[in-house]
T-cell receptor, first 113, second 108 residues
Framework: KAGVTQTPRYLIKTRGQQVTLSCSPISGHRSVSWYQQTPGQGLQFLFEYFSETQRNKGNFPGRFSGRQFSNSRSEMNVSTLELGDSALYLC????????????FGPGTRLLVL | EDKVVQSPLSLVVHEGDTVTLNCSYEVTNFRSLLWYKQEKKAPTFLFMLTSSGIEKKSGRLSSILDKKELFSILNITATQTGDSAIYLCAVDGNKLVFGAGTILRVKS
């Protein structure tokens, strides 16, 4: 069974631009969660989607948005990029609401210049 | 505000040593506490604890939760170089909140 895949793996953008990251969950998984990981703040929860609906949301500004498609693939968009958005963005998929069944993807490393 | 604090922030030990990693928390509507190991990019699940005082064990790793004192420990015995990683603690309450992690380096 293929794992969680994220594209692109690395990305360089400049301040003010926008970016879209993609996450393909494990086949059959309907829940996708997004996290931001930085050295200073650690791993922070962004949002979770289940069956195309946002089920939970972390404390991030409205510049961070996401969506989930009918095939469970999810995209995350960040608009008006700031230097502080430089981070590793991880997505995780799960077949249920049980967190121990959550599998993480390899992440997208975003650098904002 | 919910928070999870891990200690120490980093640790260097020699192969064969035993280490104890700490995780304390203050969250609303506690449901579970999870431990992850992060080596390169993707964290991998280690344990999920929901009940106080019940040890979860997997090989050389074990973990226990104290819901009264609001903390958990992760023990690794007979450490190996392959145990070098960031160990993350997360608590599921109203939201999933992660600690900053403990960086463990095991020297041969």
């Amino acid at each position: 069974k293929a794992g969680v895949t994220q594209t692109p793996r690395y990305l360089i953008k400049t301040r003010g631009q926008q970016v879209t990251l993609s996450c393909s969950p494990i086949s059959g998984h309907r829940s996708v969660s997004w996290y931001q990981q930085t050295p200073g703040q650690g791993l922070q929860f962004l949002f979770e989607y289940f069956s195309e609906t946002q089920r939970n949301k972390g404390n991030f500004p409205g510049r961070f948005s996401g969506r989930q498609f009918s095939n469970s693939r999810s995209e995350m968009n960040v608009s008006t990029l700031e230097l502080g958005d430089s981070a590793l963005y991880l997505c995780a998929s799960s077949s249920s609401t049980r967190l121990e069944t959550q599998y993480f993807g390899p992440g997208t490393r975003l650098l904002v210049l | 505000e919910d928070k999870v604090v891990q200690s120490p922030l980093s640790l260097v030990v020699h192969e064969g040593d035993t280490v104890t990693l700490n995780c304390s928390y203050e969250v609303t509507n506690f449901r579970s506490l999870l431990w992850y190991k992060q080596e390169k990019k993707a964290p991998t699940f280690l344990f999920m604890l929901t009940s106080s005082g019940i040890e979860k064990k997997s090989g050389r790793l074990s973990s226990i939760l104290d819901k009264k004192e609001l903390f958990s420990i992760l023990n690794i015995t007979a450490t190996q170089t392959g145990d070098s990683a960031i160990y993350l603690c997360a608590v599921d309450g109203n939201k999933l909140v992660f600690g900053a992690g403990t960086i463990l380096r095991v020297k041969s």
